[in-house]
């Protein structure tokens, strides 16, 4: 759920963020398609028109047949998913009270932190974040986790969000709090964008001081041409839709025989550091971007 100023952008982000989420799929070798759903809100909606939103949608979903399951996304939350599933059963991510799998977010953090390793590694020559610097921009359920992990892992950490409310999350980690207008330039080892997308453009990218991208944000890139920019600065990008995946690997495991394993959970979202080491060995011995591989893979596996 967003505020979009007029539906063409609401379609645009839709089809983008659907294609990321089935290349995601592909990519994690999950028995999964690939869609999102959009809902368009205004800005400071009500909570009566926010509540009938939602069970548009949930009726949406309900006509499908099962053949799209909506989760909780930026913008919603798992009291909205609740009462989604009010209204049909096609829903994840419920509560472990009502026999799904919970809040992703935390899973998606563990992903990003395994994406961040596996960056490290080739980047630096190692996988440990003892001592790195990192600079986390956007903390919201999964940025906020993200920065926690660091922090617990060693990390010099740098923090950002458009909100100046979250320099209690700053305070709290002993991490410096940097302006959102500075935190994509600034001078730091590991850059982790967890806000929203398409930061990372023509304009943007000629003027970054780090040697690492991994972030749980979505369509980081403006266009794909931007992979090839950032590989000629030497830049290492984890491809977003790779880094991120480990919410939707949480949720997938909802589907697996014998129902819900919170510990294989676990470790197929840790498997991100593994896949994502692969794509750059493959990316180093064909001059490939790690894009142009992670895309080959999946569609190969679709």
Known sequence: M???DDSRAALRDALRLSRAMTFKAAVADLPLGGGKGVIMA???VSSRIRRAALLDFADTVQALGGAYVTAEDVGTSSRDMSLIASETSFVAGLARARGG???????TALGVEAAIRACCRPAFGSDSLDGRSVCVIGLGHVGARVARRCARAGARLLVSDVDSSKRAVA??????????????TARVDVLAPCALGSELDA?????LRCAVIAGAANNQLASDSIAELLA???ILWAPDYVANAGGLINIAQEFAPGGYDHAAARRRVQGIFDTLSALFAEAEATSETPLAVAAAVARRRL
């Open 203 to 207: 304009i943007s990218v000629p003027q």
């Open 2 to 4: 967003w505020h979009y």
């Open 232 to 234: 000629a600065r030497g």
């Open 101 to 107: 799998s919970g809040d992703p977010s935390p899973f």
């Open 42 to 44: 205004p800005a400071g």
């Open 171 to 184: 305070a709290a980690l002993g991490a410096r709090w940097v302006a959102p207008r500075s935190a994509l």
